[in-house]
């Protein structure tokens, strides 16, 4: 599995925009850039998947650089409730299951 | 609703006992996989199954046996009880062999004392 590298820990003012990055330089071709969150003492919370193109929805974009080395998760209007800690992963999507470590995470505090 | 649940949520046991962490699923996923999370570690596979009498080793797999009798269940048992087992315990869900999204449980802090 491509590895990610996170900052440990961030902050943000509540109602800005929260940019989370995480560079993953070794990701293959087929490797999708997933995100997840945990809250404390609570089990992760998908947010957003992307392979090459950005996406949105409803809780989150995600911006995935051209040459795919590098993404940012985007939380449009933070909120205290977002304070979490983020997991950025690569892994394929199909074939199979493939060894995951969630790794660290960047722990986003959200500052009233 | 449909949802993931963990029993017990707390646990204390002492070194050398076995014991069996359950989880159940109501939304019919195929997959389920059990993770452990200790600090400066993030969250570590340890098993997972694809669906009923399939089950496989995830990374930290050493001290732990799952099996899979059903669709809904997938208890995770410590044969032997190590302090270094202390932990909090995640089990989570999928729908599809591509996992894009895991649905996780609200985990379980197992002491081995």
């Known amino acids: 599995d491509a590895k990610t590298t996170q900052p440990p820990s961030m902050d943000c003012a509540e109602g800005r925009a929260a940019n989370l990055p995480c560079n993953h330089s070794?990701?293959?071709?087929?490797?999708?850039v997933y995100w997840y969150r945990q809250i404390h003492s609570q089990g992760p919370q998908y947010i957003i998947h992307g392979l090459k193109n950005n996406e949105t929805n409803e809780m989150a974009s995600l911006i995935i650089t051209e040459d795919r080395k590098s993404s940012t998760l985007i939380l449009p209007h933070a909120t205290l409730r977002d304070t979490a800690v983020y997991y950025c992963?690569?892994?394929?999507?199909?074939?199979?299951?493939?060894?995951?470590?969630f790794g660290t995470g960047t722990k986003l505090q959200v500052i009233p | 609703d449909a949802e993931i649940t963990q029993s017990p949520r707390h646990k204390i046991t002492e070194t050398g006992r076995q014991v069996t962490l359950a989880c159940h699923q109501t939304w019919n996923h195929n997959n389920m996989f059990w993770y452990r999370q200790d600090l400066g570690h993030g969250l570590r596979l340890i098993h997972y199954s694809y669906g009923v009498q399939d089950t496989n080793k995830g990374e930290v797999s050493d001290g732990y046996s799952v099996s899979r009798s059903n669709t809904e269940d997938l208890p995770l048992t410590l044969e032997s009880a190590a302090s270094s087992q202390t932990s909090v315990y995640f089990c989570?869900?999928?729908?599809?062999?591509?996992?894009?999204?895991?649905?996780f449980g609200p985990g379980t802090r197992l002491t081995v004392l």
């Open positions: 992963i690569v892994r394929f999507r199909s074939g199979g299951y493939q060894k995951v470590t």
């Open positions: 989570a869900s999928s729908r599809t062999s591509s996992d894009n999204e895991q649905f």
């Open positions: 070794t990701i293959s071709g087929n490797e999708y």
